[in-house]
Structures are given as C-alpha cells and as structure tokens.
C-alpha cells in the first residue's frame, strides 16, 4: 500500500521560486530511489532529477542543474524539489515516483508515482 502524494504546485512567475513535496506513505524512504518527472501537454514524461537510497548521491537533467535541488527527510519520509530561476519552458505537470532501483532515471524504471501537481510559470 505504497502511496505517493505531491504538493505544492502552483502559478508563479518567471525567475520565481516554488517548492514541491512528496509524501511517501507505507514504506520507508530509505528504501527507494526517489525522483522527480515532469510533462507538459503533448510532450513526453521528462526525467527532472533523483535521489538514491544513500539520500545523498543526486541526478539532474541538464535544463535544471544549478536551479533545482532535490532533497530528502527520513524522518517525515518526504522528498522536496526546491525550484529557482524557474523558467516558462518549466511548466507542467510534476510527478514523484519511486523505485527499487539503485540511481534509476527512466520512467518504466519506477514501481510507484504520485497523481502529479501542476505548475506554471508565466512570462
């Protein structure tokens, strides 16, 4: 009974900041690769960024390296997206996901996901 819950989303202007969560219920964190993905109307599912079991050792796609950082609380089981300098090209639809894989980043890759929360950056 593995449930991933985001939050967060919302509108915000270009060069804003916006800070996503998800919550992982029924298992703990420890256990999981944990990533971010995101898709936009009539574009494919986007690898954003991922942390490994260790919490420590991250990925980034290259678009959002040096303006998203990814972390993780053990002790509330939570993983957070801190989004900066966020940019119009960054919106869509952000979704958390989980797998037993160590430091995996393809879609197919993840057992567990989240509904998703939208995020919209204007011009």
Not at 75 to 89: A, C, D, I
Request: charged share 15%; aromatic share 12%; hydrophobic share 35%.
């Amino acid at each position: 009974q593995v449930q991933l819950v985001e939050s967060g989303g919302g509108l915000v202007q270009a060069g804003g900041s916006l800070r996503l969560s998800c919550a992982l219920s029924g298992a703990t964190i420890r256990g999981y690769t944990m990533a971010w993905f995101r898709q936009a109307p009539g574009n494919e599912r986007e690898f954003v960024g991922n942390i490994a079991y260790d919490g420590v050792n991250k990925q980034y796609t290259d678009s959002v390296k040096g303006r998203f950082t990814i972390s993780r609380d053990e002790g509330k089981n939570m993983m957070y997206l801190q989004m900066s300098s966020l940019r119009p090209e960054d919106t869509g639809v952000y979704y958390c996901a989980a797998s037993e894989l160590w430091f995996t980043r393809q879609p197919h890759q993840f057992n567990f996901w989240g509904q998703g929360t939208q995020v919209t950056v204007s011009s």
